[in-house]
T-cell receptor
Framework: DAGVIQSPRHEVTEMGQEVTLRCKPI?????LFWYRQTMMRGLELLIY????????DSGMPEDRFSAKMPNASFSTLKIQPSEPRDSAVYFC????????????????FGDGTRLSIL | GQQVMQIPQYQHVQEGEDFTTYCNSS?????IQWYKQRPGGHPVFLIQ?????EVKKQKRLTFQFGEAKKNSSLHITATQTTDVGTYFC????????????FGPGTSLSVIP
């Protein structure tokens, strides 16, 4: 089975440029999560969607960051304009969440996008 | 807000020694998950604990969920070089059904 697919795997761009990260979750999963990982701050949840609807975006750093999920099989995370401090590994993860009893399935992570802003 | 802490932050052990990482939540959890991330890789799910006091084993790995459902531990017996990586706990708060909070992780190095 195909796992979570992220693209690109690596991105190097100059500050001020727009960056778009893409994610295809596992088919059948109803929740999608975007994380940012750095040495200093660890693994941070940026935003997550349930059934394509953004549920919690409290982790989004600022207005330069935006995320969309137009359908169940695709999501984007956009940074505009990008800054050097945005350099990090960005992970997308998906899971199947049950709305009953507080149960949730494991999150399956993609390979990540390694973003470098010069 | 909910916080999940892990100790230690780093651990260096000689191959064959045991290793334990501890996870503590500021609030009661519905369940707790453990993930392992190899250097340069992505977090991979290891196990989920749901019941108070639950203990689960995977070969040399033993996972425990505290009686109060606010803490957990992962113990590795006789570490091997393949155990190298960062171990994360992730807790699902009782008031949430989908948002897990990841701890900062414990980075394990194994000296051959």
């Amino acid at each position: 089975d195909a796992g979570v697919i992220q693209s690109p795997r690596h991105e190097v761009t100059e500050m001020g440029q727009e960056v778009t990260l893409r994610c295809k979750p596992i088919s059948g999963h109803n929740s999608l999560f975007w994380y940012r990982q750095t040495m200093m701050r660890g693994l941070e949840l940026l935003i997550y969607f349930n059934n394509n609807v953004p549920i919690d975006d409290s982790g989004m750093p600022e207005d330069r960051f935006s995320a969309k999920m137009p359908n169940a099989s695709f999501s984007t995370l956009k940074i505009q304009p990008s800054e050097p401090r945005d350099s990090a590994v960005y992970f997308c993860a998906s899971s199947l969440v049950s709305l009953q009893g507080g149960s949730n399935q494991p999150q399956h992570f993609g390979d990540g996008t390694r973003l470098s802003i010069l | 807000g909910q916080q999940v802490m892990q100790i230690p932050q780093y651990q260096h052990v000689q191959e064959g020694e045991d290793f334990t990482t501890y996870c503590n939540s500021s609030t009661t959890l519905s369940n707790i998950q453990w993930y392992k991330q190899r250097p340069g890789g992505h977090p991979v799910f290891l196990i989920q604990l749901v019941k108070s006091g639950e203990v689960k084993k995977q070969k040399r790995l033993t996972f425990q969920f505290g009686e109060a459902k606010k803490n957990s531990s992962l113990h590795i017996t006789a570490t091997q070089t393949t155990d190298v990586g960062t171990y994360f706990c992730a807790g699902l708060q009782e008031t949430s059904y989908d948002k897990v909070i990841f701890g900062p992780g414990t980075s394990l190095s194994v000296i051959p």
